[in-house]
């Protein structure tokens, strides 16, 4: 069964560090997402991006984010200067739109 | 934003019990899935269900859209059923999910 895949896994970084996430959607879906989850609270919404652009975006979402589809396949999420409540577990998700999000395994991101 | 509510917070049952999970929302919804996180953090499928019911082995769930709410059932519950059981909705018009805060399942042997 095709899947969401992520890497790296674990990321340790300093503050004000720059860091990308990257994630790879299953091939035929269209709406790709970004959530993050902080330890022990619940999942949430970052961005949606949807034919090559931001769909939606919460107010967590500020400059210091941003995402790219730098090619057919990889989809990325920038965070540009670390801080230490930027980490958590950042999750990647796709669908084909309005059916199953399907989400990756992860990249838990450590800022210290 | 929609408000997306979980009971019970956490649940510790004997194995080869059966339990319900509920969740309440807010508004209209064109989208619910559960989902199961395990002791490693991953996000696993279990329905995409935004009305009806389904059933997948031992789990099944039902959605009453117009009462907005959905359960979750676990029979004959097993240790590997232990995490975190998360209900998540999109609104009406949006594709993004909004996650409740969750139920701990602990199954003890």
């Known amino acids: 069964e095709p899947e969401v895949t992520q890497t790296p896994s674990h990321q340790v970084t300093q503050m004000g560090q720059e860091v990308i996430l990257r994630c790879v959607p299953i091939s035929n879906h269209l709406y790709f997402y970004w959530y993050r989850q902080i330890l022990g609270q619940k999942v949430e919404f970052l961005v949606s991006?949807?034919?090559?652009?931001?769909?939606?975006k919460s107010e967590i979402f500020d400059d210091q984010f941003s995402v790219e589809r730098p090619d057919g396949s990889n989809f990325t999420l920038k965070i540009r200067s670390t801080k230490l409540e930027d980490s958590a577990m950042y999750f990647c998700?796709?669908?084909?739109?309005?059916?199953?999000?399907?989400f990756g395994p992860g990249t838990r991101l450590l800022v210290l | 934003g929609i408000q997306v509510e979980q009971s019970p917070p956490d649940l510790i049952l004997q194995e080869g019990a059966n339990s319900t999970l509920r969740c309440n929302f807010s508004?209209?919804?064109?989208?619910l899935q559960w989902f199961h996180q395990n002791p490693w953090g991953q996000l696993i499928n279990l329905f995409y269900?935004?009305?009806g019911t389904k059933q997948n082995g031992r789990l099944s769930a039902t959605t009453v859209a117009t009462e907005r709410y959905s359960l979750l059932y676990i029979s004959s519950s097993q240790t590997t059923d232990s995490g975190v059981y998360f209900c998540?909705?999109?609104?009406?018009?949006?594709?993004?999910?909004?996650f409740g805060t969750g139920t701990r399942l602990t199954v003890i042997p």
């Open positions: 269900i935004p009305s």
């Open positions: 508004d209209s919804v064109n989208n």
């Open positions: 991006f949807y034919n090559n652009e931001i769909s939606e």
């Open positions: 998700a796709s669908d084909r739109g309005r059916e199953t999000q399907y």
């Open positions: 998540a909705v999109c609104e009406t018009g949006a594709n993004n999910l909004f």
